[in-house]
């Protein structure tokens, strides 16, 4: 129950976070990209925000032997690129660009009740598992060794 109340809150601050940067309002996120129009470049502070963040975050939590609420850190251990990331990347690239959201900023957006966002999320979440059963079926089909 303190992993999921722990991730609510952190949830709610992230969510708060983007709500008030401004990238719920998939315009905003979209004028980003505009370089030759109506260019707009908060995104690249509330990006740069977060790099430093995250970068400062990381040194301070992996000096720990492990997580707070678990046993061991659960770091990527893929060194190379692959098939699958740069499919999701490019899938999650294309998406961002043509509706102005991505994940992080269309489920804060629900709260606001606009039916854009909704439909990104239903949208995002059929994405979701028509790429499990796929790499599913594909991971069946490849014959396991000893």
């Known amino acids: 129950m303190t992993r999921v109340l722990t991730a609510a809150f952190i949830g709610l601050i992230f969510g708060t976070g983007i ?43 992996l000096k720990r032997s492990r ?7 659960h770091l990527p251990a893929k060194r190379r690129l692959d098939v699958p990331l740069v499919a ?22 629900l709260g606001l009740g606009e039916s854009s966002a909704w439909l990104f999320v239903a949208s995002m979440a ?7 059963l796929v790499r599913n079926a594909l991971v069946a089909r490849v014959p396991q060794t000893a």
């Open 88 to 109: 999701g990347s490019a899938a999650f690239g294309i998406g961002w660009g043509m509706t102005g959201f991505c994940p992080g900023g269309a489920i804060p957006a």
């Open 19 to 61: 709500a008030l940067s401004g990238m719920i309002n998939p315009a905003k996120v979209l004028n980003f990209f505009d370089l030759a129009g109506a260019w707009d470049p908060s995104l690249a502070f509330v990006m740069a925000g977060a790099l430093v963040v995250t970068a400062l975050g990381y040194r301070f939590v």
């Open 126 to 132: 059929v994405g979701i598992a028509a790429a499990r």
């Open 67 to 73: 997580p707070a609420l678990d046993t061991r850190f």
